[in-house]
Every structure is written in C-alpha cells, then in structure tokens.
C-alpha cells in the first residue's frame, strides 16, 4: 500500500537555526514527490515538485531534496514567517489517469524569534 | 484573482441537514478534486473528475455526491449530515499528468 510518513509531527527552532524535516514513502513507482505549506485556515499552499533520486529544488531558504525512499526539507537561517506545517505528498505512477496524491500528516514547524 | 475559490467558508448545520459546497477554478485546469482533512490535519482524497468525468471515488459513502457541471466547477453535496462529516474539505485542481495540485482556503463543515 502507497503510504507517506513526515518527521517529526512538531518542531521548535530558534530564529536562524537551520533544520531538516524529513518525508519517507512507500510507493509502487513514483510519478512525483511535492512539498506543500499549510497555514492556520488556510489551504496547502505549492512549494516544490520532485520526480526522480538526485533531484533538488530551491527557494528563498527553502530546499527540497529527493532519494529512492525518501525526501528533505531542509530549512537555513528561518525566520518567523516560515512557521507553518509542512505537508509531503507523493503521485503513484500506478494511479493510471488519476493524479491522486497520498499526504502524510505534516511536520508543524514552530520559528521562535 | 482567487485562482481556485470555494464557499462557504464556514458551514455550522444540524444533523440530518443537507448541504452544498462550491468549488471553482480559473486556472484553466482540467482536472478538479475533493479533499477531506480531519481533526488531526491528515489530508485525504475523495473524489476526482477530469474533464468533467469521474476518475476518483475513494470509497466515500454515498451520501457525498460531487457534480461537474463542466471543467471550472466541482460541487460537493451532502445528504443527511452526520457528527463524524466535520471536518475541513478543500478543494483542488491540476493538469492531467505529473502537476501539482493547486488548493482552495477550505470549508470548515461542523455538524451539531
């Protein structure tokens, strides 16, 4: 069964400490891998999409990396506004015509000035 | 311009009450999506239609029943509201194939 686990549920940093969340999958063949943020009532907002091992994205202080079983969100120097929670989702290339991404639960990130 | 808008935002109905949420896209999408997220913010599929077409039916019960009136627009209605429905549901939609999926601000359904 395609599954998606993110670690860990929740993390406190300090204002300019740098981190990493973490996204494993179980997926039979991955058609796409994407990050999304999520704020207090609103919905997921779109940051990255990674299709094969190797591959990263950037932005601002924001970086996604992606391996066979698993990708990062590594966060450098945060800031305050980068609290949120931090979705993982994957596309199973099995999924035929649909596009169905499976979520995990989310990594709730906490940036203390 | 809201790219993908949904209404109501806040929905508070008694049990047994039939109800409706809007969906609509001007991203020129092909493919619309209903998400349901629970109290513990865990995000699930429900439906998915492409081209106005049902493509995902995640075994919803059928009191939910989604309608495309053509590719902008996705409604959810409701039948006979249960306490366990409360949840946040989103909305989203893509391009068929390998793309992200773009979300709506939710509708936060309580049922009393």
């Known amino acids: 069964e395609d599954q998606v686990t993110q670690s860990p549920e929740a993390l406190r940093l300090q204002e300019g400490e740098s981190s990493s969340l973490n996204c494993s999958y179980t997926?039979?063949?991955?058609?796409?891998l994407f990050w999304y943020r999520q704020d207090p009532g609103k919905g997921p907002e779109f940051l990255f999409t990674?299709?094969?091992a190797g591959e990263e994205k950037e932005k601002e202080r924001l970086k996604a990396t992606l391996t066979k079983k698993e990708s990062f969100l590594h966060i450098t120097a945060p800031k305050p506004e980068d609290s949120a929670t931090y979705l993982c989702a994957v596309q199973a290339s099995n999924g035929g015509a649909t596009n169905k991404l499976i979520f995990g639960t989310g990594t709730l990130l906490a940036v203390q000035p | 311009d809201t790219a993908v808008s949904q209404t109501p935002k806040y929905l508070v109905t008694q049990m047994g009450n039939d109800k409706s949420i809007k969906c609509e896209q001007n991203?020129?999408?092909?493919?619309m999506y209903w998400y349901k997220q629970d109290s513990k913010k865990f995000l699930k599929i429900m439906f998915s239609?492409?081209?106005?077409?049902?493509?995902i039916n995640e075994t919803v019960p059928n009191r939910f029943s989604p309608k495309s009136p053509d590719k902008a627009h996705l409604n959810l209605h409701i039948n006979s509201l249960e306490l366990g429905d409360s949840a946040v549901y989103f909305c989203a939609s893509s391009l068929q194939g390998r793309t992200e999926a773009f979300f709506g601000q939710g509708t936060r359904l309580t049922v009393v």
């Open positions: 991203l020129g999408h092909d493919t």
């Open positions: 997926v039979s063949g991955l058609r796409g």
């Open positions: 990674l299709y094969s």
């Open positions: 239609y492409n081209n106005k077409e049902l493509i």
